[in-house]
């Protein structure tokens, strides 16, 4: 069930905004095959996927941390990322697919009038041809994109200007959706509601219970009862 805090107001959504790697989609498998990848070029054996899981929504950067325990101030690590990046490029959508029950809440807050769009970290060279090949482009409102902004989350600019691009709404009628801590912040800190997709890449130790957030889901469909709850 999903967990709605006391402070969420009811007023009206108008826009549903998504992180996109380990909210919206499942691009898990595609990101471990290019680490795994890039390990077996380097010489080195593949890691489990229950390891690299967590790891997807912090980034590539962190891929390569994980996978050769290194930070970034080491030498190498520039040219490991570079190769990480241009597999996964090649690779960008062999098993990515939208979470189960996600096309359905597109569909529903499509019939609803309720605009819905895209807020990531990743980098526009990865994002939009993703979302093309999974044929969101035309139906997302907005997509936002790591570079598009001058700041990325947490910072609360990438989230405003998504809600300018999905129809100039102000952020208090918006509803931002993520699995990593800087995503409730980046939503908090630009005045929408938000809820932790607890059915994304959290790793062992987190607390989203700790985040803020107004609620918490564990399967896509409940975004539509956090709606139907708070905004009917």
């Known amino acids: 069930m999903s967990s709605v805090s006391s402070v969420t107001t009811a007023k009206q959504i108008r826009v549903v905004l998504f992180d996109l790697d380990g909210t919206l989609a499942d691009t898990a498998l595609d990101l471990a095959y290019a680490l795994n990848q890039t390990l077996e070029q380097h010489g080195r054996s593949p890691l489990p996927y229950e390891r690299i899981k ?32 241009r597999i996964y490029s090649a690779n960008i959508h ?16 499509e019939q609803r009038g309720i605009a819905w769009g895209i807020v990531t970290n990743k980098p526009a060279r990865f994002t939009d041809p993703l979302i093309k090949s999974m ?17 990325s989350k947490p910072h ?8 300018k691009l999905a129809g100039g709404h102000n952020p208090k009628a918006c509803l931002y959706i993520g699995d990593a801590r800087r995503d ?49």
């Open 135 to 151: 044929g969101l482009m035309d139906r997302a409102a907005c997509v936002v994109s790591g570079d598009t902004t001058a700041n």
């Open 54 to 85: 967590p790891k997807v929504s912090h980034g590539a950067s962190a891929l390569i941390r994980l996978g050769f325990d290194i930070t970034p101030d080491n030498k190498v690590f520039d040219s490991l990322l570079q190769d990480l990046l």
């Open 184 to 232: 409730i912040e980046s939503g908090l800190n630009a005045g929408t509601a938000t809820l932790v997709a607890l059915f994304g890449y959290l790793e062992p130790d987190d607390q989203p219970e700790t985040w803020g957030a107004d609620g918490t889901v564990d399967r896509p469909e409940q975004i539509l009862e956090w709606l139907e709850e708070r905004c009917s």
């Open 94 to 109: 062999r098993e990515t697919v939208l979470f189960p029950g996600m096309d359905r809440v597109l569909q529903q807050l």
């Open 156 to 163: 609360p600019e990438p989230i405003i200007y998504g809600c």
